[in-house]
């Protein structure tokens, strides 16, 4: 090649860029100048900006709407370290504030950040780069992100180092990452418990309080215990809780205690090393309230444990309990509560706290403004009667029975809950449980039954079992309206309310009046469905449905078709025929408030009280014995059939005999008494009431003419007489089996006799008699036999249930 000439060099001159010196005061210029290809333009600039973002957060603002964060983004990963540092260290900077940090979750620049935390990064690269993805790492996303890119191991090496900014932003980013499970339950297998133990003992306050809330999250979980148990990471805090200089770290530390002694296996270990001791005596320490408090409560989590109870026991624990009863911050005697009621679960303990004087202390409380005091006193008061009635005694001397029976319409559930359980547990001791009932406290759980608590709805049940204790109590109960809410509990899915809701119908259903308003709100019925299901049905429930039945003879006649000898039937009790699916029964005043209809009547034995029925007879003429005889009419039925045809009365008055009383049955009870008990044997006795009945009921009537009896429609004229689809079964003269065998069984227990009633088909009906048979001379059979007595066809003939006589008696 040639030289070059003149005119090249003078070419080469013109085609030259001189350098140009540029100054700026604008931003956006210089944002601009970010996206520049030389290194001494981009680092002047991104030194410019960065001290401009310094200057405070406006400016940081402005450089967001100026676009910055996108070429600032590209420049971390610049070859030139100045460049990258001045870059990192802009973006730290403004990611503080909160409309960057927004804006940044939007950059893709999460991994070019990570790819910053290797070993051979600068000091300075590692605090802005970890302060960037500490502002970040509270948004979900971000933290995915983070774990997408394997993120947590450098961090966790970051812990190590020297500079604590690194370690501060470090700490910040892991407690964000830790609040996602799965980071949780792995960070212990990435080696960072020792780290985070060597950071309890920084310098810095703010590296020690992020460690100690970092350790109260992963302690929760099992595996993290385990190895913080390796790491001897409880004796550590020990030592920290015994270290004054660090009263500031105490609350934390505490809660990762808490979090220790909630796992058996590591509460027995800290057990066996003396860590339960020198809690004990921590709490004895002077410290602030909260701490107390905080303090307070690691006892009770660790008091879940029998074991740990036998240690807090020999400790005198209970002692130091009391006296921190009386201390002036209520929430250190709500927490001092809580341990009480978990270390009653200690039945020494609980007699210790009464032997120290606890349980009025405990009872005082009750009255205080505070609903978190007074909640966990009534707690502590539940756990202190149960099964124990020195304490329960106790409590009642303190006067405290009164105050939780108006804690019963407390708001708070739990103190309701543990109100009811409290009042329960002292009404097993029969002065308490008079004293209660005296207050209304029967009454007052009408409300609480109404509850939607479940622990309100079975501790409130489990009061109205223990105080419903007699009739008048039942009746107090049924009147406050306490029956329906009852009853509605049988509808509950929950095992525990369910179980004391049948027991509490159970005792409640000791009264009749109670009985028949239960089942007239379907409780019979929930009862019996909940007896078919396999999860559902208990002991409980199928006592709660005996009993139902037993003390409603009309309701268990009608579904179950049968009387047992025990079945005691008095006044009032009526046949309303055999049970049809999905037929609600009726009570008497119901069905006697019917009109007249062409259904089945109802058969209804009402004894008059005999003082009323000398009065009404001293005002009328009284028939001769041989008419009553002969006729089986009531003086008052003489009359009617006397009296001229009256226009029909759509009310029933006073004297008819559904009201007044059926006056011809108390004839019949009357000759019952005197002809069958004069006699001595006992065969004889059943065969001659069976002839009373007969003769009450038609005579005898061979079973070829059963036909002509014409029993209904000498019913359907009484029906017509009354007005009424309820008859008197003292007025029937014409009765088919159905009616001599309910005749018989009530005349039967009127006069103490033993007897069943059983229901057959079309009508049919027979009673059931025991009788001993003389095998010799003043010899009985070992074992009774059971007869079924004739009512209809031979009267008074006992047959022996397995005869023939006896399969055609009870059949057509």
């Not at 002077?286 to 240690?311: D, F, L, M, N």
């Not at 065998?741 to 079309?762: N, P």
Request: hydrophobic share 40%; proline share 4%; with cysteine.
């Amino acid at each position: 090649m040639g030289k070059k000439t003149g005119k090249d060099k003078e070419k080469e001159d013109k085609d030259a860029f001189e350098t140009l010196s540029l100054e700026s005061k604008a931003p956006g210029t210089v944002v601009l100048l970010l996206s520049s290809q030389e290194e001494d333009i981009l680092l002047k600039a991104s030194e410019a900006i960065q001290k401009f973002a310094e200057k405070g957060e406006e400016n940081k603002v402005m450089l967001l709407g100026l676009g910055v964060l996108g070429p600032l983004c590209k420049l971390i990963d610049h070859s030139n370290k100045l460049i990258k540092r001045n870059a990192l260290m802009t973006l730290g900077n403004m990611a503080t504030n909160g409309e960057v940090s927004e804006a940044l979750k939007k950059e893709d620049f999460i991994p070019s950040l990570l790819q910053k935390l290797t070993p051979e990064e600068d000091v300075f690269v590692h605090e802005f780069a970890t302060l960037c993805l500490a502002a970040v790492a509270m948004d979900f996303t971000c933290r995915v992100q983070i774990n997408a890119n394997d993120g947590m191991p450098p961090l966790i090496k970051l812990l190590s180092s020297p500079d604590p900014d690194v370690a501060k932003n470090s700490l910040e980013i892991i407690f964000n990452l830790v609040q996602d499970l799965e980071n949780l339950e792995v960070l212990h297998e990435l080696g960072a418990i020792p780290p985070l133990l060597e950071l309890l003992k920084s310098d810095f306050p703010v590296i020690q309080h992020l460690a100690l809330q970092i350790f109260q999250c992963v302690t929760t979980d099992l595996e993290t215990r385990k190895t913080f148990r390796e790491e001897l990471g409880f004796e550590r805090f020990l030592d920290l809780l015994d270290n004054m200089e660090f009263n500031d770290l105490h609350a934390e530390a505490l809660q990762t205690v808490s979090n220790c002694l909630g796992d058996i296996e590591t509460l027995q270990i800290i057990h066996l090393n003396g860590g339960l001791t020198r809690l004990a005596e921590f709490v004895l320490a002077p410290s602030s309230p909260e701490i107390q408090s905080i303090a307070i409560k690691c006892i009770t989590r660790a008091a879940q444990s029998s074991e740990s109870r036998e240690v807090f026991h020999e400790q005198m624990i209970e002692k130091v309990l009391v006296e921190l009863l009386s201390a002036a911050d209520d929430n250190v005697k709500a927490s001092a509560c809580q341990a009480i009621a978990a270390m009653s679960f200690h039945p020494c303990s609980k007699d210790r706290f009464r032997e120290l004087e606890g349980v009025p202390i405990v009872v005082q409380l009750l009255s205080s403004e505070s609903s978190v005091l007074k909640e966990a006193a009534t707690q502590a008061l539940s756990s202190l009667t149960h099964s124990n009635e020195a304490n329960a005694l106790a409590v009642y001397e303190a006067g405290g029975h009164e105050i939780l029976i108006q804690q019963l319409s407390e708001s708070s559930a739990s103190t309701v809950a543990s109100s009811a359980a409290t009042i329960s547990n002292m009404a097993e001791q029969e002065i308490i449980q008079s004293s209660i009932l005296t207050l209304g406290g029967v009454q007052a759980l009408v409300e609480p039954l109404k509850s939607t608590d479940t622990q309100v709805l079975m501790y409130t049940a489990l009061c109205v079992a223990q105080l419903a204790c007699d009739n008048e109590e039942r009746d107090k109960f049924h009147k406050a309206g306490g029956l329906e809410p009852l009853v509605n509990l049988l509808h509950s899915n929950d095992k525990e309310v369910l179980r004391h809701a049948c027991f509490a119908v159970n005792v409640c259903a000791g009264d009749t009046a109670c009985a028949v308003t239960m089942c007239r709100l379907g409780a019979l019925e929930i009862l019996q469905e909940i007896n078919q299901s396999a999860n559902r049905r208990s002991s409980f429930s199928e006592l709660a449905t005996t009993s139902l039945l037993n003390s409603n003879l009309p309701v268990k006649y009608n579904r179950l078709g049968r009387l047992t000898a025990n079945d005691i039937i008095t006044s009032n009790f009526f046949d309303a025929g055999q049970a049809c699916v999905g037929e609600p029964f009726l009570t008497l005043e119901e069905l006697i408030s019917q009109p007249l209809n062409q259904q089945r009547a109802i058969i209804v034995f009402n004894v008059p009280v005999e003082d009323t029925v000398e009065l009404a007879e001293d005002r009328k003429p009284s028939p001769t014995e041989s008419e009553i005889k002969k006729g089986r009419m009531t003086p008052k039925r003489k009359r009617e059939k006397d009296k001229p045809d009256e226009e029909p009365q759509d009310v029933l008055t006073e004297k008819s005999p559904i009201i007044f009383g059926d006056v011809s049955l108390l004839m019949l009870i009357k000759e019952a008494k005197d002809s069958v008990l004069s006699l001595t044997d006992e065969r004889e006795q059943y065969a001659a009431l069976a002839r009373l009945v007969s003769d009450a009921m038609g005579g005898a009537v061979p079973l070829e003419k059963l036909h002509e009896l014409d029993w209904v429609l000498h019913q359907s004229d009484l029906r017509f007489q009354l007005k009424s689809n309820v008859i008197p079964i003292g007025m029937i003269n014409k009765g088919t089996y159905c009616h001599r065998a309910l005749l018989f069984k009530c005349l039967a227990d009127t006069i103490e006799k033993s007897c069943t009633l059983v229901r057959g088909d079309y009508n049919r009906a027979w009673n059931e008699v025991l009788l001993f048979e003389e095998v010799h001379e003043n010899l009985r059979s070992p074992e009774p036999i059971c007869y079924i007595v004739d009512l209809m066809h031979q009267p008074g003939t006992l047959m022996p249930i397995d005869s023939p006589a006896a399969q055609q008696y009870q059949t057509i």
